[in-house]
């Protein structure tokens, strides 16, 4: 079978000015923090028009002080008073409530959003970009998994772009640039496997959430990062890829690659294998969604492949971490049930966060939930809307059975 890239998330016509006027949603979160040094590398090509946190005031008026944004936003309105005192004195406005993330996301000022909200809650906001046809480069990957068909759909009728962030998708974005028309085989998604990668399912019994927060290679947030140790990171950007890059689950592959350094492989049709690389460091996917299609000379760490004895590669397994099978299921089944994986997904990482339920309990949660919530071949937004809701509910409701 043969695919050829049909170029609906992006393309080079409607190139941001430079600078690049950008809204960093989620700004206070590891890839937000992350984007920010990327941005302060490069005063005269971005300059921060908005930033959104949700809770984390102090940093969000720490980095308000420093890039002297035109707005900020602060999703949770308890903090909007503290936040206005915090930056009285300087000519940044303020706003609270995730309406207003999404009213700033849609500003005429805005060329690019940068949308690194973490989970379900950033499906909203880019909605709003898309709509508003803003070049988003998505670090959010549940925005695709919920809704990968809607989004793609917005943005063909928006003329948005979405150029990815998650150095898997960058990786095959960047071996498909150039490559228009070219047909393509299949693509292969690396994982580094995580902290467990090697752990008896005994030993797994006991993992405790310091452990599964030790990422070996990665500098990720909380969430991302037992999802990682789970591999229903992987499960969700393989669904993820379906929808970037418009492939069947059968061309979408995942192997275990513990040291991090090839980020995914495209497999074209005439047997060539193209491949990115690169220390794993989420500021150059960053640095690549900003600039595309071009590169900027930077200072981020260089690869010296000599530091590396041997580069490994084994079959997931996938008996043990269950969530990819899940993921899988999920995508072919399509509809809603990516959506209700996630939910039941959110639900049970933080329960697992919480010492609610032990690590390997996880899968069974997003199992129980796929299984008994209500299945649907081709939901609208408000039916996700519910969907996500009553996944969780179901998700805790089993949690705390769990716990009797
Ligand atoms: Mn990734």
Same mark, same amino acid.
């Given at each position: 079978?043969?695919?050829? &890239? ?12 430079? &600078? ?32 959104? /946190?949700?809770? @984390? %005031? ?7 002080? =420093? ?16 936040? =206005? ?62 809704? /990968?068909?809607?989004? +793609? ?27 228009? /028309? @070219? ?9 580094? +496997? ?13 993992? =405790? ?7 070996? @290679? ?63 460091? $989420?500021?150059?996917? %960053? ?28 079959? &997931? ?15 072919? =089944? ?5 959506? %209700?994986?996630?939910?039941? @997904? ?14 390997? !309990?996880? &899968? ?5 939930? $796929? ?25 805790? /409701?089993?949690?705390? !059975?769990?716990?009797?």
């Amino acid at each position: 079978m043969h695919w050829t &890239p049909k170029n609906i998330f992006y393309s080079d016509i409607n190139m941001p000015a430079i &600078p690049q006027r950008i809204a960093l949603l989620g700004s206070t979160g590891s890839i937000g923090s992350q984007a920010l040094d990327v941005i302060s590398r490069f005063p005269d090509k971005f300059n921060v028009e908005v930033l959104t /946190g949700w809770n @984390n %005031i102090d940093l969000l008026t720490s980095q308000a002080r =420093k890039f002297q944004p035109d707005s900020v936003v602060i999703g949770n309105v308890e903090h909007y008073q503290q936040l =206005k005192e915090n930056l009285q004195g300087t000519n940044i406005k303020v706003y609270a409530g995730s309406e207003a993330i999404e009213q700033v996301v849609s500003s005429s000022t805005v060329d690019v959003v940068i949308a690194s909200i973490v989970g379900y809650s950033g499906l909203r906001p880019t909605i709003a970009a898309i709509k508003a046809g803003k070049r988003i480069a998505l670090a959010n990957k549940e925005t695709l998994v919920v809704a /990968g068909e809607i989004i +793609g759909r917005l943005v063909k009728e928006s003329g948005s772009q979405i150029i990815p962030v998650d150095s898997e998708h960058s990786a095959i974005f960047q071996c498909l640039t150039g490559e228009t /028309g @070219n047909p393509v085989e299949k693509i292969t998604l690396t994982a580094s +496997g995580g902290p467990f990668l090697n752990w008896s399912a005994e030993r797994l019994k006991n993992v =405790k959430p310091g452990d599964a927060l030790k990422h070996p @290679n990665w500098d990720m947030g909380c969430k991302v990062t037992i999802d990682s140790a789970s591999l229903m990171n992987k499960g969700l950007e393989v669904i993820e890829a379906k929808w970037l890059f418009d492939l069947t689950p059968e061309q979408i592959s995942v192997i275990v690659h513990p040291q991090s350094v090839i980020h995914s492989f495209v497999h074209f049709a005439d047997g060539s294998v193209k491949a990115q690389l690169g220390v794993p460091d $989420m500021r150059v996917p %960053i640095l690549y969604a900003l600039s595309y299609p071009d590169r900027l000379l930077s200072d981020l760490p260089r690869l010296n492949l000599a530091e590396y004895k041997s580069l490994t590669f084994a079959e &997931p397994d996938v008996e043990k971490f269950r969530n990819l099978s899940l993921a899988y299921f999920a995508l072919k =089944k399509g509809g809603n049930m990516p959506c %209700i994986l996630n939910a039941a @997904n959110e639900i049970a990482v933080n329960a697992f966060l919480d010492e609610k339920i032990s690590f390997l !309990k996880m &899968p069974d949660v997003v199992e129980y939930t $796929m299984e008994r919530s209500l299945f649907s071949p081709s939901p609208d937004l408000d039916f996700l809307e519910v969907t996500d809701r009553e996944a969780r509910i179901m998700a805790s /409701g089993f949690i705390n !059975k769990l716990r009797n």
